[in-house]
């Protein structure tokens, strides 16, 4: 009888242990869910990795810092801020196209992303003679040159076509404690997901 009890314990000790893992999601499926909530902005799923409670002001946070920086503040930083909702809306755009499990063993993992490219090509072209006139017509004040500047540079965004598809590869692990996938460099992969 105690050994058929202890039998009876043993059997389901390892059913219970092969339901939980089979609950735990693939490489791919985990690393998807998070270059989806990324390019989304998802609260509730990046709240899982334990980041941020507030993606919005936390990508606005870097965004208008780095963009005021990168353009010497030719624009004021409210104007940034309209700039980078428009990043924020355009990213939400983005699709990811695939993933793929390179290698994966135990808690370890590499994993190939595809997703959309943006032609960021767009933002840096010369001005077309439209636009050169809004431009000549706001030379006189720097506020209407700022202006002219802030609804350019969203209209170009807005307008920026899907180019094609870019690939990364990015190694990652799963976290036990927080049961999600994720990149061992997670500041990389945000840097290299956004750049794409």
Same mark, same amino acid.
């Given at each position: ?6 039998? +009876?314990?043993? /059997? ?7 339901? !939980? +893992? *089979?609950?735990? $999601?693939? &490489? ?9 909530? /990324? ?7 990046? +709240?899982?990795?334990?980041?941020? =409670? $507030? @993606? ?8 208008? @810092? ?8 030719? /624009? =004021? @930083? ?10 924020? &809306?355009?990213? &939400? ?23 959309? =490219? *943006? ?32 609804? /350019? ?18 190694? !990652? ?9 994720? @990149? ?8 290299? *997901?956004?750049?794409?």
């Amino acid at each position: 009888m105690k050994k058929n009890l202890a039998v +009876s314990f043993i /059997l389901i000790v390892c059913m219970l242990c092969a339901a !939980c +893992s *089979l609950g735990r $999601d693939k &490489a791919d499926v985990g690393m998807k869910n998070l270059t989806q909530a /990324l390019l989304t902005l998802d609260k509730n799923v990046l +709240s899982q990795y334990g980041e941020t =409670t $507030d @993606p919005e002001k936390d990508f606005m946070d870097t965004f208008v @810092p780095t963009f005021q920086k990168a353009t010497n503040n030719a /624009l =004021t @930083p409210e104007q940034a801020k309209q700039i980078g909702k428009t990043m924020i &809306a355009r990213l &939400a755009q983005v699709e990811v196209k695939s993933v793929s499990i390179v290698s994966e063993k135990d808690n370890s993992a590499e994993v190939k992303i595809t997703i959309d =490219t *943006l032609d960021g090509g767009a933002l840096e072209k010369e001005p077309s003679a439209e636009e050169n006139k809004k431009i000549q017509g706001a030379a006189a004040s720097e506020k209407a040159m700022q202006g002219v500047l802030t609804d /350019l540079f969203i209209d170009r965004m807005n307008n920026a076509k899907k180019i094609g598809t870019s690939t990364m590869t990015v190694k !990652c692990k799963y976290n036990e404690d927080k049961d999600v996938w994720e @990149p061992l460099d997670m500041e990389k992969f945000i840097d290299d *997901l956004y750049s794409n």
